[in-house]
């Protein structure tokens, strides 16, 4: 009797045995090498945070490799591994595995806007730009949780240790963007184009032509407006002009341009509401401040205030800087065109008081 129940109780402490280990296989855990975890994640496994920079997921669920860093960021945020692991565990979005599921053995996650903030901190200062789905250059200042989202899409232990990589979503079209980083040697474009509303730059070139804004054009000729001004040319972008291209814009440029947008709307917003609306130009070589009609088109509103307050405060010097907002019927800015005076090889050659 004594030796059946130790027979019994052996064969009970295989299957145990044999039990535990098909659970822990069921569960992605393969071999003998485990990494532990705890609910609190205070261990030796440290999981980096990446976000990959094309826009692409490029492991799924089944398909999920050592990839090369040059498709990723810098460290994001660090955290722990909330359980036991295999080392060669993996698990990735695809065929039934959601986020829920591959951020499921990670102690804590990243907030998206410290994930924007660290990527914005890595790349901007680089030239680098966000691209949407659709080839559009997203300002830097757009990249916020209201119009886009992290995803992360995969757990992964590579041998520089536990990886979570991630994308970034756009909300409105649900497709990835990316972080373009041009190479030192790229061409970069001499102006942008900003349109504000939908928060898009666009590189290219513009001509210039000279302006006379304290007159109103009387057939052939120009008669000041009032008295007690000197008569001056001045240069100012020829929005007609505008050819998109292919270079890479320039940070700077793209600063420029959204500081012009705020401080001409807001300048514009101070205006009588009958001016706001016939407003049509406000130019960075414009040096006093009045509005003209010409033909009884549309009024040309020009001043001063804002262009030194661009140079203190957001670096925008109208000796280094051609700029033009553009107004819509309603008072607002809708358009934004910025040059860089230097790199197009544009003097003041219309300038002199």
């Not at 535990?20 to 090498?33: C, H, I, P, R």
């Not at 295999?86 to 595995?97: C, F, H, L, Q, V």
């Not at 995969?154 to 963007?177: F, M, S, Y």
Request: hydrophobic share 35%; aromatic share 10%; with cysteine.
């Amino acid at each position: 009797m004594r030796k059946f129940i130790r027979i019994l109780c052996t064969v009970l402490t295989v299957v145990i045995a044999f039990s535990s280990v098909s659970a822990l296989a069921a569960q992605g855990y393969v071999g003998e090498d485990y990494v532990k975890g705890n609910s609190k994640g205070n261990n030796s496994a440290t999981v980096s945070f990446y976000i990959q920079i094309n826009g692409e997921q490029l492991d799924t669920n089944g398909n999920i490799s050592g990839r090369n860093s040059k498709f990723y960021t810098g460290v994001i945020d660090k955290s722990g591994l909330k359980n036991s692991l295999s080392a060669n565990y993996s698990i990735a979005i695809g065929n039934g595995i959601t986020e829920a599921d591959v951020l499921s053995n990670v102690s804590s996650v990243p907030q998206d806007k410290k994930v924007f903030d660290k990527v914005a901190k890595q790349y901007k200062e680089k030239d680098a730009y966000l691209k949407s789905s659709n080839g559009k250059v997203i300002p830097w200042s757009r990249l916020t949780d209201v119009y886009y989202k992290v995803q992360w899409y995969v757990l992964k232990n590579e041998d520089d240790g536990w990886h979570v990589d991630g994308v970034i979503i756009e909300r409105e079209t649900d497709k990835e963007i990316s972080v373009v980083v041009p190479e030192d040697k790229a061409e970069r474009a001499t102006c942008v184009e900003y349109d504000v509303k939908k928060g898009l730059f666009t590189p290219g070139t513009m001509g210039v032509k000279a302006n006379r804004p304290h007159s109103v054009w009387e057939g052939d000729n120009d008669k000041l407006v009032m008295d007690g001004f000197h008569d001056v040319w001045y240069t100012v972008l020829d929005e007609s002009t505008f050819k998109e291209n292919s270079c890479v814009v320039p940070q700077k440029l793209m600063d420029a341009a959204t500081a012009v947008a705020k401080l001409a709307g807001a300048r514009l917003s101070e205006l009588d509401i009958q001016l706001q609306k016939q407003f049509g130009r406000i130019d960075s070589q414009a040096y006093k401040q009045e509005y003209i009609s010409r033909n009884g088109k549309k009024t040309l509103y020009v001043t001063p205030y804002i262009t030194e307050r661009l140079a203190s405060k957001y670096d925008v010097s109208k000796d280094d800087y051609i700029w033009l907002a553009e107004g819509d019927s309603q008072g607002n800015i809708v358009k934004v065109y910025v040059m860089d005076r230097n790199s197009a090889n544009i003097d003041n050659m219309f300038d002199g008081e």
